[in-house]
């Protein structure tokens, strides 16, 4: 059982920063998805990597960046230039046992844990 928490979301205005954290309980875990869902919408895809793929949506990317610490248990988003269409809550999720190559790491119904979500709120 792996358990995965984010940290980090908050109220910024337009044009702000957040660095959204998630630590995991283990620090084998070589694949992380950082999905966020807003009221009414469906849970989409921000950003994901894995051995061999890295992903963004096209409306972050350029703003956002995912990354790793050295320690290896928690991975960051850091989300730039924030704007009214980026408020959700914000989630991490990972894959155990290897995926589909070439499947898309975006696939939410592939991904086997999930964190609690962080809500990230923009207005000025």
């Known amino acids: 059982q792996v358990q995965l928490a984010e940290s980090g979301g908050g109220l910024v205005q337009p044009g702000g920063s957040l660095r959204l954290s998630c630590t995991a309980s283990?620090?084998?875990?070589?694949?992380i998805g950082w999905f966020r869902q807003a009221p009414g919408k469906e849970r989409e895809g921000v950003s994901c990597i894995r051995p061999g793929m890295l992903l963004y949506q096209s409306s972050v990317k350029g703003r956002f960046t995912i990354s790793r610490d050295n320690g290896k248990r928690t991975w960051f988003l850091q989300m730039n230039n924030l704007k009214p269409e980026d408020p959700a809550v914000y989630y991490c999720?990972?894959?155990?046992?290897?995926?589909?190559?070439?499947?898309?790491?975006?696939?939410?119904?592939?991904?086997?844990?999930w964190g609690q979500g962080t809500q990230v709120t923009v207005s000025s």
């Open positions: 283990e620090s084998s875990l070589d694949a």
């Open positions: 999720a990972t894959i155990m046992g290897v995926p589909i190559q070439g499947r898309s790491c975006f696939i939410v119904g592939d991904y086997d844990y």
